[in-house]
């Protein structure tokens, strides 16, 4: 219900934007036909505004234009002089494959560091943690990905931008292309992950700090059972819970910071196609990735509330309750 | 939160005291702690938290920045000169044959003809001695008092042309300088959107906890939406539509609104938290059958008893301002230039290339870091201290 609201928010937003540049599409389209040397006239334009509507009230447009994206007609990308279907392409998987690595990476390394964390308070470790997690708080992730760049160059003297070697990228999809992606998502992943780590680390530590300070751990050492599973087997079942919740603000927060991070890293996602059509003012395209990374984003935080309850009895009781 | 990282809790009253002397002593601190103001405990608790009295502290130092920007530079921000472009920073030296004397160098530029770069060679011959209080451009300290003293610059020379602290960017203006300037921008970026989100935050939060019901169904759900939204496409979008004709100033307040627009949630969420709490409080519950109306209980009863949590959560906010700032700028939809932010000043370092060839312009990351961890660090001690009772 929520996911479904949220998602007629962000349409209409994402509208909002494409109107918000002073003139319209076809203000656009003459200036555009007008830099190629032809000229279109002031009926020719009036008649183009009344055959694309743009005469009517706000709402009617804003409607005709849900019907046309229903129907997945985004409209041109005026810039590229092409569909903006076409125009975003693959893009658009590339920048949920990061986004997902780089929660995937989250996971991978808050788990056991957090639960390193707890079990080992005060260890050099902890403090080790809980530094990188101040660290990863205070840093934004394309500053990060400069510095990291930065030492890429002058330590190694690799470039660590793009997602592809120069050979795949404008190549066909392979296996060996795919293979290609694989060996260079890890650091984008990292660097977009890292901040969102540094947090999950944080909440987990704090959780089964809380959770290995009850009863039942104590009885379950009192009988002997070991460490590894006295840990692993309830308390940390326990803490894991609000780790799925978080999905629902990382996603958000990732997705957002892979845009500006894929400018600086050079990543052949939307995020540099983008700011590439604010700045031209090429408002359908603009206009349609901030509609489909919202909508991206809606729809994954809705899955993570589905893997939530699945984790989590309680929630279950609760809800049928 | 991390509670356990500064373990306080139920002991705090007790190690107030120093335990050794006898019981006397303890009395005593027992009783000067059970005669203190909430303000005073909280004071008292937030002074044991050495991580955020460092942090406050370097807060505090930023923040003279910002109203000393003009007298921290020496050089105008906006002097640019081809001259001496992507200058590296220029080391002070301390002692001249043995004695205290701090000074430059001189320095000549040439262009190399193969590379095209320019090359500059650093000429110990010429020394420029560096003084405190130097003479400069002229401003306003505080915007009142029209002088043209700095903290510190080059006697008998421009310091625009023979300072270079932090090095130049590629138009040679000095980066020591607009890094003054840039400080003053973002930070004052973060308390002004800070306040207009308080603002947003507290009307829709305090609604939100007072009526509670429907309404309060329906703010909560507007935050749930608005949270779920990825900000920094949405911010470009926004931003993006600012007219190019706009004044620096018109932009400024813009960007500060919009940035605002989406950091609203955490403070409501908080404020609605606490209202929610504090109308099951008994004190609450006599005053209202005192008769006391419902302004008078919120302003003289509620709000001194939330005060402090909300000046924690808008500690908290305001890092997430200035990133917010200095990633839209960075990507050149925020403030622009002329214009000084950090972002800004960042954008400069974008590429390899420029990172390659003039590694200082990263140079602003380290403030933009040190200073948001710092207010990190104060708003987690102030959050600990907000409730000194706990």
């Known amino acids: 219900m929520l996911a479904i609201l949220t998602t007629i928010a962000i349409s209409i937003l994402a509208f909002v934007i494409i109107q918000l540049p002073p003139g319209d599409y076809i203000t656009a389209y003459i200036a555009q036909m007008s830099g190629s040397g032809s000229y279109v006239s002031e009926q020719e334009a009036q008649a183009l505004r009344e055959q694309y509507g743009l005469n009517r009230p706000m709402y009617v447009q804003y409607v005709r234009w849900m019907g046309l994206v229903a129907r997945g007609n985004f409209g041109m990308a005026l810039e590229w002089g092409r569909p903006v279907a076409d125009v975003i392409g693959d893009r658009l998987w590339l920048t949920m494959i990061v986004s997902l690595s780089a929660i995937v990476v989250t996971w991978v390394l808050a788990l056991p560091i957090g639960i390193y964390s707890a079990v080992r308070q005060y260890s050099a470790g902890d403090y080790v943690a809980t530094l990188l997690g101040f660290i990863g708080l205070a840093v934004p992730s394309f500053m990060l990905a400069l510095v990291i760049m930065y030492f890429g160059f002058t330590l190694f003297n690799v470039n660590v931008g793009g997602l592809f070697s120069p050979g795949f990228a404008e190549a066909p999809w392979s296996l060996a292309k795919a293979w290609d992606l694989t060996l260079h998502l890890p650091l984008p992943a990292l660097i977009l992950g890292f901040a969102g780590t540094a947090q999950l680390i944080r909440i987990l530590r704090a959780n089964l700090l809380d959770e290995l300070r009850k009863p039942y751990v104590v009885t379950a050492r009192a009988r002997g059972l070991s460490e590894r599973r006295v840990i692993l087997k309830y308390p940390v079942r326990v803490a894991l819970n609000p780790f799925v919740s978080t999905i629902g603000y990382l996603l958000p927060y990732v997705v957002s910071g892979s845009i500006i991070v894929s400018l600086v890293l050079g990543l052949p996602t939307v995020g540099p196609l983008l700011l590439r059509a604010l700045v031209a003012q090429d408002m359908f395209l603009a206009g349609t990735i901030v509609l489909l990374l919202g909508v991206m984003t809606v729809v994954g935080t809705f899955l993570s509330d589905l893997l939530l309850l699945w984790i989590d009895p309680r929630i279950r009781v609760e809800g049928r309750r | ?390």
């Open chain 2, 1 to 390: 939160m991390d509670r356990s990282a500064h373990p306080r809790g139920g002991t705090a009253i007790a190690t107030l005291a120093p335990e050794a002397p006898a019981i006397a002593v303890g009395a005593v601190a027992e009783e000067r702690v059970s005669v203190a103001t909430q303000w005073q405990l909280m004071w008292w608790r937030f002074r044991r938290h050495r991580l955020a009295m460092t942090g406050a502290v370097i807060v505090l130092l930023a923040y003279a920045v910002v109203i000393f920007a003009d007298f921290l530079a020496y050089a105008d921000p906006l002097a640019s000169e081809a001259q001496r472009s992507l200058l590296r920073p220029q080391p002070i030296r301390w002692f001249d044959e043995g004695r205290f004397a701090p000074h430059v160098y001189g320095f000549s530029g040439r262009r190399d003809p193969m590379t095209f770069k320019r090359v500059y060679t650093p000429d110990p011959a010429k020394k420029l001695p560096v003084t405190l209080f130097a003479r400069g451009f002229e401003y306003r300290l505080l915007g009142l008092v029209p002088t043209d003293r700095h903290l510190f610059g080059v006697a008998d020379a421009r310091a625009e042309e023979t300072l270079f602290l932090l090095g130049t960017d590629e138009q040679g203006r000095d980066l020591w300088s607009r890094l003054m300037y840039g400080t003053r921008t973002s930070l004052t970026i973060g308390l002004v959107g800070v306040t207009l989100s308080l603002v947003l935050g507290v009307a829709l939060g305090g609604v939100s906890g007072l009526y509670g019901g429907t309404v309060d169904t329906v703010i909560q759900r507007v935050i749930e939406i608005v949270r779920s939204i990825p900000t920094i496409p949405l911010w470009m979008g926004l931003a993006a539509a600012l007219p190019n004709d706009w004044t620096i100033l018109q932009v400024y307040f813009a960007i500060t609104l919009i940035i605002s627009l989406i950091g609203w949630t955490e403070l409501a969420r908080v404020v609605r938290g606490r209202f929610l709490s504090l109308r099951e409080e008994e004190f609450i519950m006599a005053a209202e059958l005192a008769g006391s109306g419902q302004t008078r209980i919120i302003v003289s009863h509620m709000v001194p008893s939330f005060l402090s949590h909300i000046i924690a959560a808008t500690t908290l906010a305001i890092p997430t301002m200035i990133i917010s700032e200095t990633s839209l700028s960075f990507l050149g939809l925020g403030l622009r230039p002329p214009a000084i932010s950090w972002g800004v000043l960042l954008q400069q370092a974008q590429n390899i290339q420029s990172l390659a060839i003039s590694p200082w312009l990263l140079m602003p990351a380290i403030p933009v870091t040190v200073v948001i961890l710092a207010l990190n660090f104060m708003g987690d001690g102030l959050r600990d201290a907000a409730d000194p009772y706990a």
